[in-house]
């Protein structure tokens, strides 16, 4: 069954409170939970009940005005729900956004600045689509994808996600394959619970087996999202978007990476300046809480890699298709979204 209701992924409440669709728990449950303190927000986004780039901005946002109601030291909580998660650079510029508007208008300013921000990156969702649509080879399309970039991540219909909802509603999708994302399975999880909801055609994949996927032939353009790229185009994403671009580029498939300017970070220079958060162990050797290491087994469990921008075929934001992605392409790109 389709369902093309939007998806209430964040809330804000009265009494203030922020209410989010905990992304743990699907696509077994849709349950929602509620943060009436900006550290329950901050626990909520450590152990990823919400996530994804532009999401993680917009939460930010609304925590800083959560605070503005409920602390003293509001800057003392800004910092440490900027400080939650280090990759994605949408968390500290939310967060700044909304502490900025509470420093000039107080608490009312903070909500009215997370609103805004939340309405902004779905003008930005349905920008990225239309121009990812164009940034597309022609024909009948099976894209892949990697991890979750859809309405459980961004504003409106997502990042990447949107791009392939578009194809669709054109009919250009014949095929979307999803790469199940371990170890935390967004992909399997959280993508194809929004493909089945769209009615997409789908099947999910193990990661690895992608690359006999490209060997069959069977894919004609990747799109991905991005939690943060640097000046110089290189993109940190989700941990294992790296190969599939290495993959793509030796199959001669278009890679493309969709993201809003709100990812777009100047103040990274390349991509050895972007932090990868490092996730427990357990995340790895306990998937799904049961055993499938030793117990004690350790484990490297990077949440990010980084692709660098020769790999990239062409970076879509809301303002266009930047290609080829490199400082000077990047550069010319109008930064609207950053914070006064
Ligand atoms: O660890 P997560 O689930 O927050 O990682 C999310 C991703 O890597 C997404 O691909 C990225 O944020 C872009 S989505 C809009």
């Known amino acids: 069954m389709e369902h093309t209701g939007p998806v209430d992924v964040i809330r804000w409440l009265d ?13 077994a449950e849709e349950t929602e939970i509620t943060c009436r303190t900006a550290d329950e927000l901050i626990g909520a986004i450590r152990r990823l009940a919400v996530r994804g780039a532009p999401l993680l ?6 925590g ?49 600045a997370a ?47 949107a791009v392939v909802l578009a194809a669709h509603r054109a009919g250009r999708l014949r095929h979307l394959w999803i790469d199940e994302t371990r170890p935390l399975f967004q992909g399997a999880r959280l993508t194809a619970w929004e493909a089945e909801r769209a ?38 994403n989700k941990v294992g978007t790296y190969p599939l671009a290495v993959l793509a ?10 993201a809003p300017t709100t990812t777009v970070d100047p103040g990274t220079p390349t991509g050895a300046g972007i932090v990868i958060e490092r996730r427990p162990a357990r995340e790895v050797t306990h998937p799904g809480g049961t055993a499938v290491a030793p117990e004690g087994a350790d484990a490297y469990n990077p949440a990010f890699d980084v692709t660098p921008p020769e790999l990239v075929t062409a970076f ?3 303002r266009g298709i930047t290609q080829p992605v490199s400082t000077g392409s990047l550069r010319r790109l109008p930064q609207t979204h950053h914070p006064d």
């Open 316 to 318: 879509v934001s809301e």
């Open 249 to 258: 580029r030796h199959h001669g498939v278009p890679f493309i990476v969709v």
């Open 15 to 27: 009494p203030p409170a922020v209410a989010l669709l905990d992304q743990t728990r699907l696509p």
């Open 115 to 161: 609103r805004a921000l939340a309405r902004e990156e779905a003008e930005a969702s349905a920008r990225m689509a239309a121009h990812g649509l164009a940034a597309l080879p022609g024909g009948p399309l099976r894209l892949l994808t990697h991890c979750n970039t859809g309405a459980l991540a961004a504003g409106g219909d997502g990042t990447a996600l």
């Open 57 to 62: 901005g917009i939460a930010g946002a609304y």
């Open 64 to 112: 800083v005005a959560l605070a503005a109601r409920t602390e003293d030291d509001v800057p003392a909580a800004a910092k440490r729900l900027a400080d939650a998660r280090p990759t994605a650079v949408n968390l500290a510029l939310g967060v700044r956004r909304a502490l900025a508007a509470w420093e000039r208008t107080g608490p009312a300013g903070a909500l009215e």
């Open 199 to 236: 009615g997409l055609p789908y099947s999910v994949l193990p990661d690895s087996a992608a690359g006999s996927l490209f060997a069959a032939g069977l894919v004609d353009a990747v799109l991905v999202g991005a939690d943060r790229v640097a000046a110089d185009g290189s993109v940190a």
